[in-house]
């Protein structure tokens, strides 16, 4: 049986379980056990999304993204996990 490049990349990147909220983080926990978080302010709509917005994310395509219907955003979990992000990191100093 043959295996395509990209099931098999699939088949080693680690996928979502479950999703969460806390404030403005988002955390994955994923299939291989880790769990791990990000802050919305990484992402543009992420960032100018409300709370309740924030909360109704799903998993989508069996573990390997996130999907946000009503602001129409989709963020990949290898992404996440590798850490490529849209904004960069908050300035402590001015609040940006």
């Known amino acids: 049986m043959n295996t ?16 969460w909220v806390e404030g403005r983080m988002v955390f994955l926990e994923l299939t291989d056990g880790r769990v791990v978080g990000f802050p919305a302010n990484r992402f543009r ?6 709370d309740e917005q924030l909360r109704e994310v799903r998993i989508e395509l069996e573990g390997y993204a996130l999907r946000w219907e009503e602001i129409d955003e989709d963020i990949t979990v290898p992404g996440v996990v590798a850490g490529r992000f849209q904004l960069p990191p908050a300035n402590p100093e001015n609040g940006v």
Do not use: D, F, I
């Open 4 to 19: 395509t490049t990209v099931e098999q990349a699939l088949a080693t990147e680690p996928a979502a379980l479950r999703v």
């Open 45 to 50: 709509r992420l960032k100018e999304a409300s």
